[in-house]
Each structure stands twice: as structure tokens, then as C-alpha cells.
């Protein structure tokens, strides 16, 4: 029998209500209500343009897909029983053309508001990281080859070596930090040159203050729109900042997140600027989220892709090795998130990936899993006093093995991440209430009963146990 996605459920329901508009509200837990029933939100980014695409996507149980600002999007959406949420793009910051931008704003707001299909509005992506990385991408790459390409023109010698050390001092202000003073002195060697500098006074100097007019203008924007609309405002963050920066931003949304994708674990892949590399890193950014907005559910944004995929210019055997997640890595990020209370899962990449690779079948079936799980994850957590603790091991066990517990109709269901590079033994304590009680995993099929109040499990390096409850005593 064929599966149906919760959104196509909440839509028949709406039907049946004679709603139009969604009704979509957050819980005190976190958890998006949508039409008066808990969702866990997984994602997609990617719209695929082909309809069997996007059906094969809402099947395997995608509920919410990013849709451009058009009605005619929302429609095709909503066809195929999927939520959708709308960018709001450059109008949601007021710092700068206010009335154009407000206007912008008021327009989409009257436009798609209404519209059955439409859940939720997002801001525009990485908004703080990209007021420093855009200049970094011109002040620490763009510029200096520009600049040594007009330099090793000349023909003068002696003006060719001035120029050259001006440049090194350039790059030594910049590994002191002395960002400002960098920016001023290579502004000037443009003029040394007899030109005119490119981007006079941008840069990473003055990147904070183009960050705090920025974040005012969109806490104004966000102000304005959930004025006009209403519901949930979303943010997704670079895996960057510190959380005093991040909390200012944060103000101007309802949910808030990041994207991390560390895989594969070497050094050409530097996602995580953490000290963390790892793939447990999702769960050290997800943290962070929280951190950062109290009180605010968290979204993170997963790896949907390989970086050799989003990199078709380098050589085929480089590609090769920044290979996408494997299936069991891909569970692991997700629930290694979801054990550190993310209430909602979204892909960012697909677009780049073949519809028929290994990959892509293997995302779809592992967001199957999470489909299956909607009624557990959705539910509140359960309130367990359980701490853990590992029998002797040859390691350090700096990574702890964490555990969330879910709500059901009987015994608790259990979600344990084991975050070590390693094999860990651990028994999980506080579990008096739950004696006798036998849990299977849903990914081994593994089967262990509590006892004395403890669960003994044994865990691979980086791995996920999803434990069933059997039966109680």
C-alpha cells in the first residue's frame, strides 16, 4: 500500500474544512502546527521543474518545498500536496530604498499570504555571513589578482618592486587582522597605479557596521511583515558567527538555523570552521542555533549533494573524492540534529544531483524513514531524567552518546547518536519507570530490554540507534 505524506493528509483535511489558508502557528516545544496538527518539517530546496520529479519527492515524504514568489508556483505546489515556503529576498531589510522595499513587501504579502499552499516566509539565505564573505571574496581573491596582474604589467622596475611590497604589506595587515588599515593601503595602491580603486572603503573593515544596518533594516522588514501575515518568519544562517552576532539577526525571525555539510571528513572540505570537523559538528551547530535564539525552534539545513557535485570544473578524480554522503552518514546528520532538538530537517544541493544516482534513491528512501517517523518525531519529548554512562574503553570518549526521548502511546521511543569516532559501550540510566521494557532498533533490528533501570547498548563509530518500544511489562 502506498505511503501518503502528512502534508498531503493536512491538506485534505484543510479541504475538508473549507479552509484556505493554512492555519500554521509554533508550539511552545517548537513544533510547527499546521491546520491543528504537529508536523516535523523536512525540506527540499530544490523545486524540481519536472512534475514526476516533484511527485517522487512529496511521495518519499518531502512536506515543505522552497517556491519562488508567484502564485502560479504555490498552485503547482499545492497539486502535489506539498507546503511551501516563499524568500522574501532584499525586501524584508528596510535600511536602505524603505518605501520600495516596503512596497515590495506588501505586495507579496497580499499576493501569497492567502494562498493554501503557502506555510512559511524566509529571509534572505546567510544574510550575516555574506556581509563579510562577499567582501572577502573581493578584498582576499578578486582584488589581489587584479591588482598583481597591473603590477607585473610594468615595465619599470623600480616602480614594479614599490608596488610589489605595498602589496605584501597589504597581506601582512591581513594576517594581523588589521582589516581597515589593510583596505586604506590597498585602495591607495590602486592610485599608485594611476587608477581608480574598484570598491573604495569595502571590505571586512567595515563589515560590521554594514551588518548592523542590515540586521536593523530586517528586524523593521520582519516587524512589518508578520504585522501584515502573520505566520512564521525563517532564517537560515551560514555555519559562521559568533552567537552574539547571530542572536541580533536572530531577532528578526521565528525560526532560526544553519546549513553544515562536512562530508566527506578530510581536509578539502572545510564546511565547519569549528575545531569540530567531523560529522558530529551537525550536532555542535545545532547547538549554536539554540544558543543563539532561545526559545526559537531550530531548522538545519543538511547535505543534499556531494561537493564534487556543485564543483564540475575540477578534474573527475578530485570530484570523485568529494563524494556525497552514503546513506548511513546521511541518517546520521539527520538525527545527530535531531537528538540536539532541531525540529525540522531541510536538503539544500539535490539540484546538482543526477535523479537516477545511487545518492539521490538513497535521500529519498532515508526521508521515507523520517516520513514513517512523522507521528514520533513530531510528538513532545518525553520527560526522562536518563544520563549515560561507558563502560572502559582504550579512548578518550570525549564525544558523548546522546539521547532523546519521544513521547507514544506506550513506552517512550529512544533516539541514541553515538558522536565518537569510535566503538562505545554505554548504558543509559533513569529508566526504573521502564523495567522490563524491550526495545528494538529500527536499523539493525537489534533487541535490548531495560533492566534495573539501565540500557545497555553497543554502538559503532558515528552511528544512530533508533529504538522501538516491543512491549512493557
Known sequence: MKKISVAVVLFLLAVCNGALAAEVTVEADGMLNVNGARVFVVGLYENPAEDAELARAAQAGFNLVRSSADSTALDRLQRHG??????????????????????????????????????????????LWNCWYEAQMWRRSAEPAEQHKHINALTDESARGKLQAQRAQVDALYHKGNYAEAEALSDDLWRQMGLEAPRPGYGLGNAPERAAKMCGGMREGYALLKALA????????APRNQIEQLAAFNEAADIVGCDIYPVPVNEKVGHSDLSNRSMSCVGDYTRRMAQAAPGKPVWMVLQGFGWGDIQPDKPEDVRKELRPPTLEETRYMAFDAIVHGARGILYWGSHAVKKDSTFYGELLAFVSELRDLQ??????????????????????????????????????????????????????????SLNGTKYRDRISGDEAEIQDGVLSLQMTPQSVQILEPLSRP
Open 82 to 127: 506539498v507546503y511551501a515556503w516563499v524568500n522574501t529576498g532584499a525586501a524584508i531589510d528596510l535600511s536602505e530604498d524603505t518605501d520600495a522595499r516596503r512596497g515590495d513587501l506588501q505586495s507579496m504579502n497580499n499576493t501569497l499570504n492567502a494562498h493554501p499552499a503557502m506555510l512559511v516566509w524566509e529571509v534572505p539565505d546567510e544574510a
Open 375 to 432: 507521528p514520533v518525531l513530531a510528538a513532545p519529548d518525553a520527560v526522562l531524567d536518563i544520563t549515560v554512562s561507558y563502560q572502559p574503553t582504550y579512548g578518550s570518549v570525549d564525544r558523548a552518546a546522546t539521547v532523546l526521548a519521544k513521547t507514544s502511546d506506550g513506552a517512550p521511543w529512544l533516539f541514541v547518536v553515538n558522536e565518537w569516532t569510535n566503538p562505545l559501550a554505554c548504558d543509559l540510566r533513569g529508566l526504573k
Open 230 to 237: 502573520g505566520r512564521p518568519v525563517w532564517m537560515n544562517h
